[in-house]
């Protein structure tokens, strides 16, 4: 019975021990900064804060998580994955971490496997925004705006001000044929020239090309500070065989978005 006693107050202890681990407020604010460094894209610095967290305490999974997010970020897929791996070994309920691991088999090109991953992430944190807006495109991307428009607008339900969701939804909305709907989302979700320019890019999309180069001249007109409608504006005219109008001008150089 002694022996017993005293393994239970060690277990206690230990238990006790690790709890206060996890509470240090030193590592809650170095976590915290980690973090905020993520959140404003400063990548190489997230990583080694988090990295160092890591090292520290190799089951401190959300450092291990956030480690994996700057690493993929940075490009070493395979580095990531292991950490999220690692991850869901210690927690298969890990929603963030399904998220996250989605977007490194997108990356590696495992379409199915991704796609798998978003949908758990999705099930297991219904309120997440992100989870249901990289399903949501997902599926869009795959040539199935039909399964990703009910998801897109049971989330905007929960979120109406998230622009991602709403402007994804609107390409759902223009794959399935609705434009009129596809506008309607696309003017809530940016400002008067950017939801031209998206309305441009899926008419584009859907091959109507007169309509895109009407709507990509007049989002370029209406902010000049915007290049992708003028590169799209003199993507369409050049299909079209137009000349290109004064709001293209500059524009030849820049980056193409991508319809």
């Not at 709890?19 to 030193?26: F, S, V, Y």
């Not at 399964?147 to 939804?169: K, M, S, T, W, Y």
């Not at 859907?206 to 992708?228: S, V």
Request: charged letters at 25%; glycine letters at 8%.
């Amino acid at each position: 019975m002694r022996a017993r006693a005293a393994a239970c107050l060690l277990a206690a202890a230990l238990a006790a021990g690790c709890a206060a681990r996890r509470a240090d407020p030193a590592v809650e604010v170095r976590r915290a900064l980690a973090e905020r460094l993520a959140a404003r894209g400063d990548w190489g610095a997230a990583f080694e804060a988090a990295d160092a967290l890591v090292r520290e305490d190799p089951a401190d999974r959300r450092a291990r998580l956030l480690r994996a997010q700057a690493l993929r970020h940075g490009g070493a897929l395979a580095e990531a994955e292991a950490d999220l791996d690692r991850v869901l070994r210690a927690d298969a309920g890990d929603a963030a971490a399904h998220g996250e691991l989605a977007l490194v088999c997108e990356e590696t090109r495992r379409p199915e496997e991704a796609l798998r991953h978003h949908r758990e992430a999705a099930r297991l944190d219904p309120e997440s925004a992100r989870a249901a807006n990289n399903l949501g495109f997902a599926l869009l991307a795959r040539g199935r705006p039909a399964e990703a428009v009910p998801i897109l607008e049971a989330a905007l339900q929960r979120h109406p001000a998230d622009a991602r969701l709403r402007n994804n939804l609107g390409f759902a909305y223009a794959a399935g044929g609705d434009f009129t709907r596809a506008a309607r989302q696309f003017a809530l979700g940016g400002t008067p020239a950017q939801a031209r320019h998206n309305l441009g890019v899926a008419y584009e999309r859907g091959q109507n090309l007169e309509r895109a180069y009407d709507l990509y001249l007049e989002a370029a007109k209406l902010d000049t500070g915007l290049h992708l409608p003028r590169t799209n504006l003199v993507h369409v005219a050049r299909q079209l065989g137009r000349p290109l109008p004064p709001e293209a001008a500059g524009a030849g150089e820049l980056t193409r978005g991508a319809p």
